[in-house]
């Protein structure tokens, strides 16, 4: 059954010094929100960050454009990347996952709905356990939600416990799309995903095909600026992305060396 070894995973940790992490924060409308998740990240940082991709909505504003280039030119590990496709987060993954020089890559939104603290827990969990990735999970003790839609919780519950069910896992938050992989993995796996079912599709179709995935908590918080443009209906992208990796074999084209180092 689908993610089953992964709670036979033998722990072997690996150093801190092997991990070069390229962190992709999609940005489409924000400005106060990347100021602080920057600044969050690189406070927490302990050696590991290698880049920081900005990967900008070319309809952005103005003031978030130049809030990234302020970035760029003060960091020397940001990096401005404007989205050739448009629109869709399912491309900003994509294109990010394609831009990134690390042996791992965070991908994260600019709008502080993911918890930018949490990177440096996702990335200890790989320390600790030598696993391909990492996914945030909303649902696990310490985590949480906070200013949720009541109707998208109870959804999103049902969702998860179905969907556990499917693949047999312990892994409990399939439709967030804050995580960290293995390039191998961002390199290997055949993306489709254009719009948020890409949140799915990222952790789905790596348990499919037999990578070791972990998780750790995180609380969501709603966006404090900026509006979400992912309407209700657009959820229903999540149940058929995951009915359609369930039901097909997902083939891999792994590299013959470990890129990124």
Same mark, same amino acid.
Request: hydrophobic residues 40%; positive net charge.
């Given at each position: 059954?689908?993610?089953?070894?992964?709670?036979?995973? =033998?722990?072997? !940790?690996?150093?801190?010094?092997?991990?070069?992490?390229?962190?992709?924060?999609?940005?489409?409308?924000?400005? @106060?929100?990347?100021?602080?998740?920057?600044?969050?990240?690189?406070?927490?940082?302990?050696?590991?960050?290698?880049?920081?991709?900005?990967? +900008?909505?070319?309809?952005?504003?103005?003031?978030? @454009?130049?809030?990234?280039?302020?970035?760029?030119?003060? !960091? %020397?590990?940001?990096?401005?990347?404007?989205?050739?496709?448009? /629109?869709?987060?399912?491309?900003?993954?994509?294109?990010?996952?394609?831009?990134?020089?690390?042996?791992?890559?965070?991908?994260?939104?600019?709008?502080?709905?993911?918890?930018?603290?949490?990177?440096?827990?996702?990335?200890?969990?790989? +320390?600790?356990?030598?696993?391909?990735?990492?996914?945030?999970?909303?649902?696990? %003790?310490?985590?949480?939600?906070?200013?949720?839609? %009541?109707?998208?919780?109870?959804?999103?519950?049902?969702?998860?416990?179905?969907?556990?069910?499917?693949?047999?896992?312990?892994?409990?938050?399939?439709?967030?799309?804050?995580?960290?992989?293995?390039?191998?993995?961002?390199?290997?796996?055949?993306?489709?995903?254009?719009?948020?079912?890409?949140?799915?599709?990222?952790?789905?179709? /790596?348990?499919? =095909?037999?990578?070791?995935?972990?998780?750790?908590?995180?609380?969501?918080?709603?966006?404090?600026?900026?509006?979400?443009?992912? /309407?209700?209906?657009?959820?229903?992208?999540?149940?058929?992305?995951?009915?359609?990796?369930?039901?097909?074999?997902?083939?891999?084209?792994? /590299?013959?060396?470990?890129?990124?180092?």
């Amino acid at each position: 059954m689908h993610g089953l070894n992964q709670t036979t995973k =033998a722990k072997k !940790e690996i150093p801190l010094s092997e991990i070069n992490l390229s962190i992709v924060v999609t940005v489409y409308s924000e400005t @106060f929100s990347i100021n602080e998740t920057l600044d969050i990240l690189l406070k927490n940082d302990r050696k590991y960050i290698k880049e920081i991709i900005l990967l +900008v909505s070319p309809r952005a504003s103005e003031e978030t @454009f130049a809030i990234c280039k302020q970035w760029v030119a003060k !960091e %020397p590990r940001v990096r401005l990347v404007i989205q050739k496709n448009n /629109p869709g987060i399912g491309w900003a993954y994509r294109e990010g996952m394609e831009a990134a020089q690390g042996n791992f890559v965070a991908l994260m939104a600019g709008d502080l709905e993911t918890e930018p603290a949490a990177v440096d827990r996702m990335v200890q969990k790989i +320390v600790e356990t030598g696993c391909d990735g990492v996914i945030a999970n909303r649902w696990l %003790p310490g985590g949480g939600f906070t200013n949720y839609e %009541p109707l998208k919780y109870v959804l999103n519950w049902i969702f998860q416990k179905i969907f556990r069910v499917l693949f047999w896992t312990r892994l409990g938050d399939f439709t967030f799309g804050f995580k960290i992989l293995s390039r191998e993995i961002a390199r290997a796996v055949p993306w489709e995903g254009t719009l948020h079912e890409v949140c799915i599709e990222t952790t789905l179709k /790596p348990l499919k =095909a037999g990578y070791y995935l972990e998780q750790v908590p995180t609380v969501w918080v709603g966006r404090k600026e900026g509006k979400s443009i992912n /309407p209700f209906f657009r959820n229903f992208r999540y149940v058929k992305m995951g009915l359609k990796i369930f039901l097909t074999p997902v083939r891999v084209v792994k /590299p013959t060396s470990r890129e990124g180092a």
